[in-house]
């Protein structure tokens, strides 16, 4: 505990918080997202198969799960190193890794990433949603759960000495299973432990956000040091937001890039654009939670890279922060939301 407190922990080693800088606190820089394939429309099969190009990328853009390529970002490092040096360039200091065990992490390509590029990069412990649990991680108790978090915080993942420098992105389903709730459980107790920081993917419900903080505070989290990701594609009514806000956690807004008209995961939810995640923004500043937002993309298909035409790692910066100024949101409230906030959240109890 004395090591860590006070400190951010990159796959790098310990550094001040300060230096942190400009924080995505969303992304992931090699995945394979392969068992979330979604079966294409009948009569489109083929568009599933084969390189992304021109022809194609419209589709794909509108059907990112549907195309078996686009799903194994793992196979784009040189890409990924290029952007991260882009993104440097447009002022960014740090990328919170969100894959965690189930998805392929890899915590050797993340060193080698922080090393070649300069980028903080800062890893996630814990394990995603319950379809990518293992047959042993389905059997063990909280308790074992625990002991893995701490491990990969503490001496490092996935039989490397890399440290996680996060716990999560933690995966919830809708509706939870019993093995994402004693991850929940472990993800608190590990927090308790070691005062570390975690970020949840929660299930897509408007009630999930609720359910997973009661869950995790009952097992003795703070919800002060804890993320709640994707809140753009989970709560959209303003007095349900609120409502939620009250809790304390911070509130991520993450898919900044993506706008598509059907959300294959959940057709019942109308993916939001980058204008109306803008105003969401403003309206919780005006509400008084500017010390509680966080922002990123969550890049986790090939195609939001910009060798695939897509928006990258520095959209937020070089994009998203213009139009937020055009709208009254201060430069001060940007560096609060892009700086401050992620840095308060990465500091270790």
Known sequence: MSSLSGKAQTVLGLVEPEQL???LTHEHLSMDYSSFFCPPSPGQEPLSEGPIKMKNLFWIKQNPYSHKDNLLLCQEIDAVREELLHFKAAGGGTIVENTTTGIRRDMKTLKKLAEETGVHIIAGAGFYVDSTHSSQTQAMTVEQLTDIIVDEILHGADG?????GVVGEIGCSWPMTASERRVLQATAHAQAQIGCPIIIHPGRHSDAPFQI?????????????????HLDRSIFDTKKLLEFAKLGCYLEYDLFGTEFIHYQFQPDIDMPSDNDRIARIRMLIDEGYEDRILMAHDVHTKNRLMKYGGHGYSHILKNIVPKMLIRGISQDKIDKILIGN????????
């Not at 490397?160 to 996680?164: H, L, V």
């Not at 903080?213 to 990701?229: F, N």
């Not at 992620?342 to 109890?349: E, G, I």
């Open 21 to 23: 800088g400009c924080t």
């Open 160 to 164: 490397t000495d890399i440290r996680c």
């Open 213 to 229: 903080v009661r869950i995790l505070q009952e097992a003795g989290a703070d919800a002060s040091k804890t993320v709640m990701s």
């Open 342 to 349: 992620p840095k308060r959240w990465l500091t270790f109890k």
